[in-house]
């Protein structure tokens, strides 16, 4: 029969084995708990802060919201959009055409020529977007057409040849007065996109129409304060 002695050593060390198997299983199943936690705030990633439509404010999604809305389709009044402004972007390169041989405004000429690079630049960014989903594009000179849809705010054929006319502080008056009414007419069809339901949500047509109404909206406070110089 063992002693009391080697049973008390057995149990010993039994209870010490117990001990390092119990703890051994506790740290295995923080580290799966911790692994989990890493996991799962991985995969719902920090909140993002949507900016809202002009003129809204902005909010919080969370990261998998921000995943699906990067997944939506352009609409039919998507493709209207950009069609309708590459049209009405056209019509303001050929206002800008005009002021070469009709001011002597170098402020006028370096306005020209900002809105010349950016509308020009959109222009082809907005084809580009036409063609790659096998959408109409729009000639940048379709707008001359007989019987071809004014968008808002663009000059009517009468308003373009009064300006062409005038020279001088007259023209650059007359410029900016129809210019401020172009792009308040852009502002217009931004609005009535996003107020259409389901349209603007594409990511690409949303920043697009946003930096839209963003620029215009600068370019119409410079072109107002250089109109008030003129009226002094």
Same mark, same amino acid.
């Not at 509308?119 to 940048?140: F, G, T």
């Not at 909206?217 to 008030?228: F, N, Q, V, Y």
């Given at each position: 029969?063992?002693?009391?002695?080697?049973?008390?050593?057995?149990?010993a060390?039994? &209870?010490?084995?117990?001990?390092?198997?119990?703890?051994?299983?506790?740290?295995?199943?923080?580290?799966?708990?911790?692994?989990?936690?890493?996991?799962a705030?991985?995969?719902?990633?920090?909140?993002?802060?949507?900016?809202?439509?002009?003129?809204?404010?902005? %909010?919080?999604?969370?990261?998998?919201?921000?995943?699906?809305?990067?997944?939506?389709?352009?609409?039919?009044?998507?493709?209207?959009?950009m069609?309708?402004?590459? %049209?009405?972007?056209? =019509?303001?390169?050929?206002?800008?055409?005009?002021?070469?041989?009709?001011?002597?405004?170098?402020?006028?000429?370096?306005?020209?020529?900002?809105?010349?690079?950016?509308?020009?630049?959109? &222009?082809?960014?907005?084809?580009?977007?036409?063609?790659?989903? %096998? =959408?109409?594009?729009?000639?940048?000179?379709?707008h001359?057409?007989?019987?071809? /849809?004014?968008?808002?705010?663009?000059?009517? /054929?009468?308003?373009?040849? %009064?300006?062409?006319?005038?020279?001088?502080?007259?023209?650059?008056?007359?410029?900016?007065?129809?210019?401020?009414k172009?792009?308040?007419?852009?502002?217009?069809?931004? =609005?009535?996109?996003?107020?259409?339901?389901?349209?603007? =949500?594409?990511?690409?047509?949303?920043?697009?129409?946003?930096?839209?109404d963003?620029?215009q909206?600068?370019?119409?406070?410079?072109?107002?304060?250089?109109?008030?110089e003129?009226?002094?």
């Open positions: 029969m063992p002693s009391c002695g080697h049973m008390n050593l057995s149990s060390v039994l &209870i010490d084995k117990l001990k390092t198997v119990t703890l051994g299983i506790t740290v295995v199943l923080l580290t799966l708990v911790s692994a989990a936690c890493r996991t705030g991985s995969q719902a990633g920090p909140p993002i802060v949507q900016p809202g439509a002009p003129g809204e404010a902005s %909010h919080v999604i969370a990261a998998a919201e921000a995943t699906d809305l990067s997944r939506v389709q352009a609409t039919a009044a998507d493709v209207r959009f069609q309708g402004m590459i %049209h009405h972007h056209a =019509q303001a390169l050929d206002m800008t055409a005009l002021l070469a041989t009709r001011t002597n405004s170098d402020d006028m000429k370096k306005l020209a020529q900002r809105i010349e690079i950016s509308q020009a630049d959109e &222009i082809k960014m907005m084809q580009r977007w036409l063609e790659v989903r %096998h =959408q109409d594009v729009p000639s940048e000179h379709a001359h057409m007989a019987g071809a /849809p004014l968008m808002p705010g663009m000059l009517t /054929p009468e308003e373009m040849d %009064h300006l062409a006319a005038l020279k001088g502080a007259a023209f650059d008056r007359q410029f900016l007065e129809g210019m401020i172009h792009h308040a007419g852009a502002l217009t069809m931004v =609005q009535e996109l996003f107020a259409t339901p389901g349209a603007g =949500q594409a990511s690409e047509i949303f920043a697009f129409a946003s930096d839209i963003a620029d909206r600068m370019e119409i406070d410079r072109m107002g304060a250089m109109l008030r003129l009226q002094k």
